[in-house]
């Protein structure tokens, strides 16, 4: 078993707190990936670059040629650069946008490299240390989808690190579908033009076929309206109008056919009326089984230190890896809450065990 002290751990905690004091909106953690490549080169990582994403990748190096192990957090935060990142540590919780969503999750790859290279860990593998760009919001998952371009099949697994949730196994990806539909005519005074199309008309006639769109109960899909917008005045034939659909479902099936139902209601002819059907986000979905040695190793490793794994499904970095089929999870490091809030928080005191998880299924997978 690889050793390390208690106060490894504290630093990790520490390095957390550093990273969530560097602003790294979505589209916008260029700051937050030159402070990790940073922290990358002091240790000397092989490979050490920033692709085309964004993303910041280093190397371990094996001893043989056995598959990598692709390990990685993602940089970016919901928060807005406006946003104060306050920081404040009481007892057993550390308190600040961002802690646990992903700072922590940032720190425990760091301090995963750390590990290896104090240590001089060998192994048959790679071992790729990795931060990743635009998980969040309408990142779309931009960065890891570069990053699995570039690994494609050949990682025994690719493991993605978030701060909260410490027992939860992620092995399937939510799909998610984001539509923007536009409807566009002429316009004109209510009165006078008395008759010429209105995009608002058709918009809410389309909306209505959309909202009555009928969705399977298993795999759970979902189907919701959420935003509305369009027009000038009471009293004139509206010019424009917009509305935006979200999409989900546990099956990638299921939302293929979901979405080519929506599409379907979207496409009716009025003349005089311009329809617009933008795609403004793209989650695929895909799982492994809960019997994937991937999984199961997972879960042993929980089992070995008392914690209780939970398999759930989320809309995560993995999602890339599943969609393609390649074995993936997420896990999470330690408990805590109001994620995506300025209240957002952690326990510290759970992070060894969260931690050392990563290690312990490092070792195993590696070895
Ligand atoms: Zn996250």
Redesign the pocket.
Known sequence: MITYPIRFIDRILETACRIQQIAAPTFDESRRAAWVMDQFRALNLSDLHMDSAGNVLGCWPGTASAAPLVISA?LDTVFPLDVPLTLDRQGNRISGPGIG??SL?VAAVLGLAELLKTQALRFPGDIWLVATTC??GLGNLRGIQAVVERFAGRPQAYICL??HGLGTILHRGLGVERLRVTARAQGGHSWVDYGRPSAIHQLMRLGSRVASTRVPIAPRTTLNIGRVEGGTSINTIAAEAWMEIDLRSEGAKALERLKARVNRRLTSVVEGVDIEVQVVGRRPAGEIPPTHPLVASAQAVLAELGVTARLDIAS?DANIPLSLGYPAVTLGLTSGGR?HTVDEFIETTPFQKGFRQIVNLVERLAA
Do not use: F, K, L, R
């Open positions: 993602h969503d992903n999750g998980e969040e978030e701060g995560t994620a």
